[in-house]
């Protein structure tokens, strides 16, 4: 019954590489979003979807391409994968984004978050 | 750009005992959200208690509670009778009531309790 699930929750790779974290919520909402934790702890937002459509995409490298095929799934695709990359990335999802429909504020839920390393 | 800042990296209390963390943050705007986050050592990010900007009175959730101050933009977390299970990283979160709802975050504190 979890609400917000990412797999994988830890992934190693090489320099270069090119990987995917996934992410699926099963609460109904039609926004998700993608945070970056860095080995400092601060979270950034990096990129936000409302019913399949991007509408935040802050200032993040072009390596890396979120892809929502349905409202209830949010993937982040990173391509030639850097040391800087590493970190803890978490998605979390809302039920309504009052920017494009306005009504009521809900409160973003996250998921377990997916550590990635890169060597 | 709003920004959101905890002054306090490191806090620490005695079980039972009753500890606030600070919180400031910067906007032009008057309608928003403010969220406090916890982060145990799982690294979950858990929901603690949220507040809107267009109510007076103080959000409660059990032993936490809140001081907003809006005119001074200060957004305290109260954590009563506090608990070995309280240890945590916790995030202070912004929110605007219009555009992209983007939560902006502070640095976070680190909160111990000693037994």
């Known amino acids: 019954d979890t609400a917000v699930s990412q797999t994988p929750k830890y992934l190693v790779t090489q320099m270069g590489n090119d990987k995917s974290i996934k992410c699926e919520q099963n609460?109904?909402?039609?926004?998700m979003y993608w945070y970056k934790q860095d080995s400092k702890k601060f979270l950034k937002i990096m990129f936000s979807?409302?019913?399949?459509?991007?509408?935040i995409n802050e200032t993040v490298p072009n390596r890396f391409s979120p892809k929502s095929p349905d409202k209830a799934h949010l993937n982040l695709h990173i391509n030639s994968l850097e040391l800087g990359d590493s970190a803890v990335y978490f998605c979390?999802?809302?039920?309504?984004?009052?920017?494009?429909?306005?009504?009521?504020?809900?409160?973003?839920?996250f998921g377990p978050g997916t550590r990635l390393l890169v060597l | 750009a709003q920004t959101v800042t905890q002054s306090q990296p490191e806090m620490s209390v005695q079980e039972a005992e009753t500890v606030t963390l600070s919180c400031t943050y910067d906007?032009?705007?008057?309608?928003?959200?403010l969220f406090w986050y916890k982060q145990p050592p799982s690294r979950q990010m858990i929901l603690v208690i949220r507040?809107?900007?267009?109510?007076?009175q103080n959000a409660t959730e059990n032993r936490f509670s809140v001081n907003f101050q809006k005119a001074a933009k200060s957004f305290s977390l109260k954590i009563s009778d506090s608990q070995l299970g309280d240890a945590a990283m916790y995030f202070c979160?912004?929110?605007?009531?219009?555009?992209?709802?983007?939560?902006?975050f502070g640095q976070g504190t680190r909160l111990t309790i000693n037994p």
């Open positions: 979390a999802s809302s039920l309504k984004d009052a920017g494009l429909a306005g009504g009521k504020q809900e409160t973003q839920y």
């Open positions: 609460l109904g909402h039609d926004t």
């Open positions: 979807y409302n019913n399949k459509e991007l509408i």
């Open positions: 906007t032009s705007e008057s309608d928003y959200y």
């Open positions: 507040q809107e900007a267009y109510k007076q």
């Open positions: 979160a912004y929110r605007s009531a219009q555009g992209a709802q983007k939560l902006v």
